[in-house]
C-alpha cells in the first residue's frame, strides 16, 4: 500500500507537475483553495478535471475569509498589471510586480490548513508546487520557508507530516522539461492571474510560463 499524500492543487502549471511526479509514489488527495481569487472558477474547474486525470479524490476548501483580508488584484478590484516580459529576470522590478499579486500569509494559511487535512486523513506528506524561479521575489515559495515550516511541522504535528517540493530548485523551462518528461497534462492547467477563459499571456504568471515552454521548443497547449 502506498503512503498518503496531500497535493495542494491550484490547476496551474507548478502544482500539476509536481502531481504528476509523485503520483507513482503516493496515494494522493488533491485540495484546491477558493480564496476569493479571481481566477478561482476555472482553477478549481482545472483541479478537479486533473485530478479526474490521475482518478484521484478532489477537495475544495472555501477560504474567501481570506481573500476579504487583502488588497491583492487577485482579489479586488484593483487591476491585474501586465509586465515586462523583458525584465521578468530583473529582482528589483519583480519585487515590486508581486506587491500587484501579493495575498499576505496565503501559503503559510494553505500549508497550515493541508497539515490539518493530512493529519485528518493519515498523509505523512504534503505536496506543494514552489519553485526556485519564483521564490526570487515570492518568499513563500523559497527552500528557506520550505525548511523553516517542516520544522514548525516536526513540532507542531503528531503524525510527523513534511512538506515535500520536487520543483524547488527548478526553473520554470525546468518545470517544463520534468512535466514532458512525466506526462503532465498541460492542456488541463490554468496559470493566468486574471481569471478570463482564455489566458492573458501579458500577466506575470503567463509570460513565467509562455517563456518556459517556448525555451524549450515546445508549444503550450492552452494557447492553441
Known amino acids: 500500500m502506498k503512503p498518503k499524500a496531500i497535493s495542494v492543487l491550484s490547476g496551474g502549471l507548478d502544482s500539476t507537475v ?3 511526479m509523485l503520483i507513482d509514489d503516493y496515494d494522493i488527495i488533491a485540495i484546491t483553495f477558493d480564496y476569493g481569487q ?3 472558477d476555472i482553477e478549481i ?3 478537479k478535471k486533473i485530478s479526474e486525470f490521475f482518478n484521484i479524490k478532489h477537495v475544495v476548501i472555501d477560504l474567501k475569509w481570506l481573500g476579504k483580508l487583502s488588497n491583492s488584484s487577485l482579489t479586488s478590484d484593483i487591476d491585474v498589471i501586465d509586465v515586462d516580459v523583458n525584465r521578468l529576470d530583473d529582482k528589483e522590478y519583480c519585487d515590486e510586480t508581486v506587491r500587484n499579486v501579493w495575498v499576505p500569509s496565503r501559503n503559510i494559511i494553505f500549508t497550515s490548513i493541508a497539515s490539518a487535512f493530512a493529519e485528518t486523513h493519515g498523509a ?3 505536496i506543494v508546487g514552489w519553485d526556485l524561479e519564483e521564490s526570487l521575489s515570492f518568499p513563500d515559495n523559497s527552500i528557506e520557508f520550505l525548511n523553516a515550516f517542516n520544522k514548525v511541522l516536526d513540532i507542531g ?3 510527523e507530516v513534511q512538506i515535500i517540493a520536487p520543483l524547488i530548485k527548478m526553473s520554470k523551462e ?3 522539461l520534468s512535466g514532458i518528461n512525466v506526462e503532465t497534462p498541460f492542456e488541463l ?3 493566468c492571474y486574471k481569471g478570463d477563459l482564455n489566458p492573458c499571456g501579458v500577466c506575470e504568471s503567463c ?3 509562455s517563456r518556459a515552454f517556448e525555451a524549450v521548443g515546445v508549444k503550450d497547449p492552452i494557447f492553441d
Open 18 to 20: 509536481a502531481t504528476s
Open 38 to 40: 479571481r481566477s478561482a
Open 45 to 47: 474547474k482545472s483541479a
Open 124 to 126: 505523512e506528506r504534503i
Open 157 to 159: 504535528t503528531l503524525e
Open 174 to 176: 525546468e518545470i517544463v
Open 189 to 191: 492547467t490554468y496559470s
Open 207 to 209: 509570460l513565467r510560463r
